[in-house]
């Protein structure tokens, strides 16, 4: 399971960073978690596949989140061989935004796509919402290669429900941002602890079938009258790890239970603290406030991204007057512990360790 | 005056080229045309400066050639100093696809747009363009940047009047492609000859305001009687350049009037002259047809652009099987002369040199 930065820019894209765009990677699944403007060349300069994407989450409409969807799709199209649906996550308009770009520009695609979108409540759309009055709901004709989705509405505890499958849980919280935004908790499901073999060996048990048997927590009696119970042989479930991929954000804070005990947190840092008010103004975090909330849910490694162009990556020599992420990183760390935070850059990969 | 190319690659991004993505400007302007995904990074890599582009003109509405466009005009935007208003043209469609984009991605930008869209006529779309009805026009408010554009119709010769002012007339052709496709005129107004000092100084004319008189062509009659009229003292009128900068299209003869004696004639070259028939059917053209296009303008420089991923540029090393754009030269020159034609390449800037 492993993670790949492709954009770490926030707003629009610098030479050294592209705008935000995550993959999400394990043997079985390629998610992408946002899909900025230049996306699609960032993954064609990566070692990853964009035709093994088969879901999207995207946290919020504005642009360095969104406009390099129409293009990504297009790109993956070119892949004939690739047919299998896409399913498209993200807040209400983005249908719209979707059918609307692939209609006019008569894009037809080699797969279906589906999109569902994330239904937000009265309270959370910001004050002068109504300001700038806009039609999120399209009344045109669905897109060829559209099948409709789904609205996917917040339970009690202000969860979003998006999918589950025999291995993971995908949940979404809605987050505090100039526009509705929301971010993503991936719960791996915790799978059967390692048979020993050895016990099975010296009680008898032929390699086979049985084998398989066991692990899924059957009891067996051998031919013998021997019984053998799963708990006897196989170690303790390993746990799922849980990942969490946050859009941008000034107050993430419906994470407080959901995001407990999380293996990985991604989260934006824009500016410094001490332009925490200019920050939270523009609807983003600083390290110190995403460092709190990293420590209060216990977890395991904080890896910030979306900085503002004035910080240069830790990889860049510095000119006279230029600011670096170290900025961000000790601020971080001043919470967190020396050590313990990353601040991605651009193509870096970060694997995320097994349970043992 | 000069041309940079930021995007040569037909359809999606190559490792070595861009999408469709043209800058031609001279001392007073700076014109973009098309504006493909990803082109605001191009020309953050290039030596242009984005804020300074005050017209933008796109060729058709596929992907590769506008989806570009709403991240362009957001990055424009962060230049706090700029506000000058943008004026867009291009096929119907446009104002509706960029209305939706900025208004879903609550883009608001420091400065107005206006879109003219560039009339299609009945008998020019495709047959089959009835088979997937699209609403091409928002019935949706205004973006609270826009102003409204106008329609530009084509007139009895199938030109199109796009603007004129005292330096430049702009004209437009519609071309054969999978959808309505147009390319661009600019014919630089001539201008009054060079002011011959000498014969000025020996008739006693003092330097000063008499000689810009002159040089605008009035007589001028001095103190002592003498009679100085401009065809004495001014060469003739220095001849405007024109450049034509076309979108996709496998039939350009539209041009056949307005095209005559271009300095510099930009043109897609998708596929090779033995692939016309997959060419064609695609809404392309071969080297051949170009040329023999070029060749009926007379035109003095010949550029191909917009090439298919298989051919590498010509500053690439070519690993086994790689084919070249040199097949593509090779294949207009046959026509046309060799060192008669120029295959662009990403950040390549042509100089259109002024006539005597
Ligand atoms: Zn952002
Ligand atoms: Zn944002
Ligand atoms: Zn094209
Ligand atoms: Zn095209």
């Known amino acids: 399971m492993d993670i790949t930065f492709l954009g770490t820019a926030s707003a629009y894209p610098t030479p050294t960073r592209g705008v935000s765009c995550t993959v999400f990677r394990t043997d079985s699944v390629c998610w992408l978690f946002d899909c900025g403007e230049g996306s699609q060349t960032q993954l064609m300069r990566s070692q990853l596949k964009a035709s093994k994407i088969y879901k999207i ?21 070119q892949n004939k061989r690739r047919n299998k649906p896409v399913d498209i996550y993200g807040p209400v308009g983005l249908r719209k935004l979707l059918r609307i770009n692939l209609q006019l520009s008569r894009t037809q695609l080699e797969f279906d796509y589906t999109v569902h979108e994330l239904q937000t409540l009265d309270h959370e759309y910001p004050a002068d919402w109504q300001s700038w009055p806009v039609n999120h709901i399209s009344d045109e004709d669905l897109h060829p290669n559209e099948t409709p989705g789904t609205t996917i509405v917040p339970d009690s505890n202000n969860i979003l429900h998006l999918f589950e499958d025999d291995e993971f849980i995908v949940t979404s919280v809605w987050t505090k941002h100039r526009i509705p935004s929301y971010g993503f908790i991936i719960e791996e499901k915790s799978r059967p602890g390692t048979l020993d073999v050895s016990i099975l060996v010296s009680k008898g048990v032929p390699i086979g079938p049985l084998y398989g048997k066991i692990k899924s927590g059957e009891t067996i009696t051998l031919e013998n009258g021997t019984v053998i119970k799963p708990e006897d042989v196989v170690g303790p479930p ?3 790890r849980k990942v969490i991929i946050m859009g941008d954000s000034t107050d993430s804070w419906n994470l407080k239970h959901i995001g407990q005990d999380a293996d990985v947190l991604i989260h934006e840092a824009t500016l410094e603290n001490s332009l925490s008010e200019k920050c939270i103004e523009n609807g983003h975090s600083t390290p110190e406030m995403v460092a709190k909330l990293a420590k209060s849910l216990n977890v395991k490694q904080l890896i910030l991204t979306h900085f503002s162009q004035r910080y240069k990556p830790l990889s860049c020599q510095l000119k006279e007057g230029d600011d670096s992420v170290q900025t961000l990183l000790n601020e971080a760390e001043a919470i967190l512990g020396t050590g313990s935070v990353i601040c991605a850059e651009d193509f870096m990969v970060y694997n995320v360790a097994r349970n043992k």
């Open 57 to 77: 989450f995207i946290s919020h409409l504005h642009g360095d989140h969104v406009f390099g969807l129409p293009g990504l799709l297009c790109t993956i199209s």
């Open 238 to 240: 390993i746990k799922g």
